[in-house]
């Protein structure tokens, strides 16, 4: 074997380089934190929808906020699932 000063390899494409390995446990914690995080925005919608004209209050909006923020990271876990 010779170790030559030549040219060294061009970097391989990114559609040949292998995949990189998922970890189960960041999929398992988004997906709990995920259902954690709509409860809130359930209660705050039974609430809103029990009492008339609290659907614009603060606490109610906050409340939906919060469970829109745990669809947004349960389908951020499956997508990241479906790779």
Known sequence: MSTGDGPSPPPLPPSLLPPQQRSGCTEA???T????LLLPGL???????????????????FGLLV???????LSLAERRGRR
């Open 29 to 31: 914690l988004m997906i």
């Open 33 to 36: 934190a995920g259902i954690i």
């Open 43 to 61: 209660c705050a919608l039974i609430f809103a929808l029990g009492t008339p004209g609290t659907l614009t209050s603060p606490p109610v909006l």
């Open 67 to 73: 469970g829109c923020l745990g669809l947004v990271l």
